[in-house]
C-alpha cells in the first residue's frame, strides 16, 4: 500500500496456519465470512488450498452496512461461483436463522448418503473462518445461540474447543478460523482502512479519506452530496472533494482555510458508522 507501511498481520501467521490445517481436516464443509461492503478485499487467497475440495459456504456479513443491490450482485456471482450463499445481519439478527437450513442443503449430498447407508446418528462438522473482526463471534453465538458462551473469562482456564450442536446432527466449531487477507495487494489494503479492518494508527487518515471521498463520489455521488452538500466536478481529485465537504462543514482554519484532517476523520467515522449510507465498494467480476 503506498504512503503507508502497513505490518498488520502479526507474526503468528504460521502457527495460526497450522491450526487452521489442523482443524480443517476434522470438518466437512467450511463457512467463510465476507464483510458484504468489500467481499473481495475480505477474501484469504490460500482458503481455497487449506480446504480442497470441502464444501464451502459464503456468509456476506454486514448486510446491514452494504448496498443491498450490491449484496444482490454478490451473491448472485458467488452462488455461480459454485458456493452456497447467504447474507447476514448480526447486529439486527437477519439472515442468521437461514444458517442451518443453508448448511443442510450444501451438505445435502452427504446427508442423504449418510441415511441411505443407515448411518443414523452421524454428525457432520462445519467451521467458520474469516479475517479479524468480520463477526466471525457475533455469527457463531447468534447461530448457537449462546451456548458457545462458556466460561471463557475465568483466569487461568484454557478452553479446548468445543461443538456445538446447532441442529440435528450439525455440530459447529466454537472457534473461529481467523484468516489473514492480502494486505500486499494495494487495493485490497486500502478498501481494508476505509472499513477499520486495519488499525488506523498505522495510516495515513488524510490520504485515505482523500482515496475514500474519491471513490465514494465516484460510486455513489447522491450520498455524498446529500449528506455533505457538495457539487464539485466528477472528475474531482480526493482532495479537492474531502475539501469541498470540510468547507460545507465549516471546517475551518484561520485564514479560511479548510480543515482537511478534521474532516478526513469525520469522513471516515461517517463511512464506518453507517452515518453516510449503505456501500458496497466492490463489484464482482
Ligand atoms: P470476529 O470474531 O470476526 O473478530 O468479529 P466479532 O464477532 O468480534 O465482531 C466484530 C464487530 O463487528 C463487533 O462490534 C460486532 O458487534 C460487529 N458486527 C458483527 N456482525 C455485524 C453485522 O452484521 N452488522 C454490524 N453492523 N456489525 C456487526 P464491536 O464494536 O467490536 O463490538 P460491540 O459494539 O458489538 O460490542
Known sequence: MSETNINWYPGHMAKTRRMLEEYLKQVDAVCELLDARIPRACRNPDIAALCGQKPRMIVLNRSDMADPDGTARWAAALKKEGYAVLATDCKNRKGVNQFVPAVRSLLGDKLTRYADKGLVGKQLKLMIVGIPNVGKSTLINQVAKNKSAKAENRPGVTRGKQW????????????????????????????????????????????????????????????????????????????????????????????????????????????????????TLEEPQ
Open 164 to 279: 456445538i450442536t446447532v441442529d440435528q446432527g450439525l455440530l459447529l466449531l466454537d472457534t473461529p478460523g481467523i484468516l489473514w487477507p492480502k494486505l500486499d495487494d494495494d487495493e485490497v489494503a486500502r478498501h481494508l482502512a476505509y472499513t477499520g479492518a486495519i488499525n488506523d494508527e498505522v495510516l495515513d487518515c488524510e490520504w485515505l479519506a482523500c482515496s475514500l471521498a474519491r471513490l465514494l463520489w465516484e460510486k455513489y455521488p447522491d450520498a455524498m452530496r446529500a449528506r455533505y452538500g457538495i457539487d464539485v466536478s466528477p472528475d474531482a481529485e480526493g482532495y479537492e472533494i474531502l475539501e469541498a465537504c470540510g468547507r460545507k462543514r465549516g471546517f475551518l482554519v484561520s485564514g479560511g482555510e479548510v480543515h482537511t484532517e478534521r474532516m478526513a476523520k469525520t469522513l471516515l467515522e461517517e463511512f464506518r458508522s453507517g452515518k453516510l449510507g449503505r456501500f
